[in-house]
């Protein structure tokens, strides 16, 4: 999985922020330069919530959340909610644990959406897979990046089984970011994708001051009706084709050195949504049911080959489709899987505003959170307390 942290490092590690600079940040903060200063607090609480919960919410109604505790070692602000669904989409059995009605960042966990609305632009015949992308400067997003000119297909899979920043952002501005923004906020009203992933980090680094000014425009902006966001987010995709990616991982990278980081920007400029929100959306597009057949196989097999679920499940799926996110201080885990009797169970894991500040560091929290969702989902899809 991509990182969402810029860094300019061996190609080894050419999307990750080593450790050594997590730590020398910390040791500049609080030790070199002689203060005492605390990692700047988490995002606002902004809270969103489409309708009543009809399964009760944590399950059984009434009872204490039957999850067990997180792994050691995560902190922050945490909402995880998953849910069993029926064929009318309704959750019929859910576990939650924190505010899942509270507005979290995606991180690279929306670009399965932005695949989405690129396949539903082939099906309709506007686009093929085989048409070909250029990967322009202006197109070009932070870390490593797909060069020259690729096609709609070979674009999708690095978005999904690689989260390339750049090949996500091809595709979001081939699909149109307006019509991706209206159709997702048709279908979750609490979901937020108005952001090529260019434009979310250049307004985050202060680039783009005249359409965005990260020291006015905070996170208030984030509880905006969509109507209203639009016209700032069309601005942001468009200038930030004037700039190149190697511009903003460098006022990125001074940015989340320097004394003007603010968590309270991550809900402004981010893609947004609620862990209940999102589950239920994902409970509705990760299957790609409303895809064609040959899309479709596609993009299951995408979801299926990327990160992160075990090797070996527990969980009784035939289909089983996530993708995680990963950047300064956050981790988020999402996916959907069918389940043998037809009934999909699908969650949201976000985990914002922690004291971990690396993006790898915070990716080596995966694997015993991937071990706690198998537990916890494998117990709510047989309907029974996780042990």
């Known amino acids: 999985m991509r990182s969402l942290v810029p860094a300019r490092l061996s190609p080894r590690r050419a999307a990750r ?26 995002a606002p609480a902004l809270s969103c919530q489409e309708a009543p919960d009809p399964s009760g919410g944590p399950w059984p109604p009434g009872s204490a959340i039957p999850v067990r505790p997180l792994p050691a070692g995560i902190t922050g602000r945490v909402a995880f909610y998953a ?21 979290h960042p995606l991180a690279s966990a929306f670009k399965p959406l932005v695949v989405r609305a690129a396949l539903q632009e082939v099906d309709a015949g506007r686009l093929s897979l085989g048409t070909r992308l250029e990967t322009t400067p202006g197109r070009r997003s932070i870390e490593g990046y797909p060069a020259g000119r690729n096609t709609v297909e070979q674009l999708a899979r690095l978005a999904l089984v690689r989260s390339d920043n750049t090949a996500s952002d091809i595709l979001h501005l081939a699909a149109g970011p307006e019509r991706v923004a209206r159709a997702v906020g048709a279908l979750s009203p609490c979901t937020r994708i108005l952001h090529t992933t260019k434009a979310l980090w250049a ?18 902006s984030a509880a905006l009706p969509l109507e209203e966001r639009l016209p700032v987010a069309q601005a942001l995709n468009r200038r930030a084709q004037d700039l190149t990616g190697p511009q903003v991982e460098a006022a990125l990278d001074r940015y989340f050195h320097g004394p003007d980081y603010d968590p309270a920007l991550e809900l402004a ?4 949504s609620t862990a209940r929100a999102y589950a239920g959306l994902l409970a509705r597009t990760l299957p790609g049911n409303d895809l064609k057949p040959t899309t479709r196989r596609l993009y299951r097999a995408w979801l299926a080959d990327g990160c992160c679920k075990p090797a070996h499940p527990t969980l009784p799926a035939p289909f089983w489709g996530a993708k995680a996110g990963s950047g300064w201080r956050i981790l ?15 969650y949201a894991y976000f985990n914002d505003g922690s004291d971990t500040l690396d993006a790898e560091d915070m990716e080596r929290q995966i694997p015993a959170l991937v071990r706690w969702l198998d537990a916890t989902l494998t117990a709510l ?3 029974r307390p996780t042990p």
């Open 381 to 383: 899809a047989a309907g």
């Open 203 to 220: 307004a985050q680094a202060g680039l783009l001051p005249d359409v965005f000014r990260p020291g006015v425009d905070g996170a208030g």
């Open 269 to 272: 400029v981010q893609n947004t």
């Open 83 to 103: 849910a069993v669904y029926g064929t009318d989409g309704q959750p019929l059995r859910a576990v939650q644990l924190g505010d899942v009605d509270a507005l």
């Open 17 to 42: 922020w080593p450790a050594a600079l997590a730590l020398l940040l910390l040791g500049s903060l609080a030790g070199a330069l002689g203060t005492s200063a605390p990692l700047p607090s988490q």
């Open 332 to 346: 988020t885990l999402t996916g959907a899987a069918e389940l043998p009797g037809g009934q999909v169970l699908a």
